[in-house]
């Protein structure tokens, strides 16, 4: 990166960096790479390159860890089925999403919601945490 970083002007620096930015802002959506070179007006080719060459990681590879990222968080943390969660990361198909997720993270989303469970299972009785003192006050009472 710091090769690539002082080998770019600052202009073309900024450019690359606002496309990273925008596809990190709509991970969640199909991005292609002729809409990304666009962004930082380079030819796909040209930003393919120099995307790789700057931040260590194609453009694509860049989405689908922001991706990846983002399931593991909603699957830790949510009840949501994984088809939903596979749709909301901007996958197309469940079988997709969970091949890659296989690749990526050693397990399929299912398991990785199970031990993620088992390791921060949230107590019973900790769940009126989570609910607003004003609403227990009231049910608590009749």
Same mark, same amino acid.
């Given at each position: 990166?710091?090769?690539?970083?002082?080998?770019?002007?600052?202009?073309?620096?900024?450019?690359?960096?606002?496309?990273?930015?925008?596809?990190?802002?709509?991970? /969640?959506?199909?991005?292609?790479?002729?809409?990304?070179?666009?962004?930082? *007006?380079?030819?796909?080719?040209?930003? /393919?390159?120099?995307?790789?060459?700057?931040?260590?990681?194609?453009? /694509?590879?860049?989405?689908?860890?922001?991706?990846?990222? /983002?399931?593991?968080?909603?699957?830790?943390?949510?009840?949501?089925?994984?088809?939903?969660?596979?749709?909301?990361?901007?996958?197309?198909?469940?079988?997709?999403?969970?091949?890659?997720?296989?690749?990526?993270?050693?397990?399929?989303?299912?398991?990785?919601?199970?031990?993620?469970?088992?390791?921060?299972?949230?107590?019973?009785?900790?769940?009126?945490?989570?609910?607003?003192? *004003?609403?227990?006050?009231?049910?608590?009472?009749?």
């Amino acid at each position: 990166m710091y090769l690539a970083m002082s080998l770019l002007d600052d202009d073309t620096f900024r450019r690359l960096c606002r496309a990273r930015d925008f596809a990190g802002a709509s991970f /969640h959506e199909p991005v292609s790479l002729d809409q990304l070179a666009r962004t930082a *007006c380079l030819s796909p080719f040209h930003f /393919h390159r120099l995307f790789t060459l700057t931040f260590g990681e194609t453009p /694509h590879d860049f989405v689908t860890r922001l991706r990846i990222e /983002h399931a593991k968080q909603v699957l830790a943390t949510d009840y949501r089925s994984v088809t939903d969660v596979c749709f909301d990361c901007g996958y197309a198909s469940l079988g997709t999403f969970s091949s890659k997720f296989q690749a990526v993270v050693g397990q399929s989303p299912s398991e990785y919601r199970r031990n993620m469970r088992r390791i921060f299972a949230i107590p019973q009785w900790a769940w009126s945490l989570y609910v607003p003192s *004003c609403f227990m006050n009231f049910y608590g009472h009749s």
